[in-house]
């Protein structure tokens, strides 16, 4: 699906340099020390202008901030700066990255808010942001990431209730919000989620009962961490 591209610091130039990037994001991801680069931390699709598809440069030891510029990649699909040292702000300007699939920015020291441009996103798969210092409510513009099948928010500081929002979300299959400030009672609008299989709510302030409208095949997590919680006897 993608081509490497062994001379993968040209292929950063190659849009870097067209889109007026390459000082920003040479700053900000070291990228002009060949030395520190993680095996084939770019991916390209081949063409000429090489057009950065893919960014992987989770564990690499990468700190400092996300450049707004970033959102000026446009053929991004894939971009993952997981378990690094990043710190300050979500840009809004991620929510320009129209063809991305998957966003991975867990395992860092953001904060701030979760910016409501993230619901632009509509052809994300995948949106990783837990084991971080986010705080605030989850944002309503994530229902329209219908496509969205994995969301972990877990191990942060949101708070206010699950939104009625998370029912939109149809090929959601994996919903993780452990370890947060989240209150209230679990949405009956779970109960949309057909082909939801795991959902996390444990070291939250949820109270009530589980609603009868999830499905029998959810296995909900709710406790101190000794066991699975399976809705065909948990219904209360």
């Known amino acids: 699906m993608f081509k490497i591209v062994h001379c993968?610091?040209?292929?950063?130039?190659?849009?870097?340099?067209?889109?007026g990037l390459w000082p920003t994001l040479a700053e900000a991801f070291n990228?002009?020390?060949?030395a520190v680069l993680c095996t084939y931390p770019l991916y390209c699709d081949g063409n000429i202008p090489l057009r950065i598809t893919g960014i992987y440069l989770n564990s690499c030891g990468r700190s400092g901030t996300l450049p707004?510029?970033?959102?000026?990649?446009?053929?991004?699909?894939?971009?993952?700066?997981?378990?690094?040292?990043?710190?300050g702000k979500i840009p809004d300007s991620l929510g320009q990255l129209s063809n991305l699939a998957y966003l991975l920015l867990n395992t860092n020291n953001l904060s701030g808010i979760i910016p409501d441009s993230i619901g632009l996103l509509s052809n994300l798969n995948g949106?990783?942001?837990?084991?971080?210092?986010?705080?605030?409510?989850?944002?309503?513009s994530l229902g329209q990431l219908s496509?969205?099948?994995?969301?972990?928010?877990?191990?942060?500081?949101?708070?206010g209730v699950i939104s009625d929002f998370i029912g939109q979300l149809s090929n959601l299959r994996y919903l993780y919000l452990s370890s947060n400030n989240l209150s209230g009672t679990i949405s009956d609008s779970l109960?949309?989620?057909?082909?939801?299989?795991?959902?996390?709510?444990d070291g939250n302030n949820i109270s009530g009962g589980i609603p009868t409208s999830l499905s029998?095949?959810?296995?909900?997590?709710?406790?101190?961490g000794s066991e699975f919680?399976?809705?065909?006897?948990?219904?209360?």
Do not use: E, K
């Not at 993968?8 to 889109?19: E, M, N, T």
């Open 8 to 19: 993968c610091f040209f292929g950063v130039v190659g849009d870097a340099i067209v889109l």
């Open 31 to 34: 990228f002009m020390d060949p």
């Open 68 to 87: 707004d510029s970033i959102g000026l990649l446009s053929n991004l699909l894939w971009l993952d700066l997981s378990n690094n040292n990043l710190t």
């Open 127 to 140: 949106l990783g942001l837990y084991t971080n210092n986010l705080s605030g409510i989850i944002p309503d």
């Open 147 to 159: 496509n969205l099948y994995s969301l972990d928010l877990s191990g942060n500081n949101l708070s």
């Open 191 to 201: 109960g949309q989620l057909w082909i939801l299989r795991y959902l996390y709510l």
């Open 216 to 224: 029998s095949s959810v296995c909900l997590f709710v406790g101190d």
């Open 229 to 236: 919680q399976f809705l065909d006897w948990q219904h209360s």
